[in-house]
Nanobody
Framework: QVQLVESGGGLVQAGGSLRLSCAVS????????MGWYRQAPGKQRELVAA???????GYVDSVKGRFTISRDNAKNTVYLQMNSLKPEDTAVYYC???????????WGQGTQVTVSS
């Protein structure tokens, strides 16, 4: 198993910034990729950004140019730097680990991000 603990959420005004952190522990060797997802009230959970073991990254169109996913292997932590935040970015943000062995994915508990207009 992999344990994931998110932090860094909060309330911010539109145009502001936040940095989310996802602390990873457990069977880290089994992780192929890490992702940040979000779920707004009444909406489906969506993939926001992902980073592979090789360092390749990908983003949903709505956050390109504003969000950056990164990782610090020495700290076993994945980050999501969010700039130029918009009210539509308001959601619970979750960290997910994709693994090569069962269970093939693990989720964190989520952290709330609220952007006021």
């Amino acid at each position: 198993q992999v344990q994931l603990v998110e932090s860094g959420g909060g309330l911010v005004q539109a145009g502001g910034s936040l940095r989310l952190s996802c602390a990873v522990s457990g069977s880290i060797f089994s992780i192929n990729a890490m992702g940040w997802y979000r779920q707004a009230p009444g909406k489906q959970r969506e993939l926001v950004a992902a980073i592979s073991n090789s360092g390749s990254t990908g983003y949903v169109d709505s956050v390109k140019g504003r969000f950056t996913i990164s990782r610090d292997n020495a700290k076993n932590t994945v980050y999501l730097q969010m700039n130029s935040l918009k009210p539509e970015d308001t959601a619970v943000y979750y960290c997910k680990a994709e693994r090569s062995i069962r269970p093939y994915e693990n989720w964190g508990q989520g952290t709330q991000v609220t952007v006021s207009s």
